[in-house]
């Protein structure tokens, strides 16, 4: 077997990193929209709207973008940019998930995500690796 899946779980649960984007996401929805993510109650959600969404994913993916960028040891762990793709992903697709209440408006974040980093640094992956990371919701 190779190491490939071995990669992608490992870079996700090293050093913290996708748990300060995603807890970066969460204090941004509280702030922004006043989402009790800790405690949630029947108000704790936003409208799943298109709008809500691309500014959740988007806040999100930027973040971690520029963490990646101001840490230079983070890129290094998290080689080859697919693994950054899916952890940058992840985060944005948990904080539209979690403010909206609707896992569709967390695949759609996700998915944002990866055009967000393709677009920003031109690629999220090498070799064959982008295509999994581009193949989005039908």
Known sequence: GG????????????????????YYGMDYIKDKFKVDWKNPGEKDKIKATQDNINDTATEVTLYGMEQYEQFPTALETHFGGSQRASVLAAAAGLSAAIATGNSNAGLNGWYLSMLLHKEGWSRLGFYGYDLQDQCGSA
């Open 3 to 22: 190491v490939g899946f071995t990669q992608y779980a490992t870079a996700a649960y090293t050093d913290n990193i996708l748990d300060d984007y995603t």
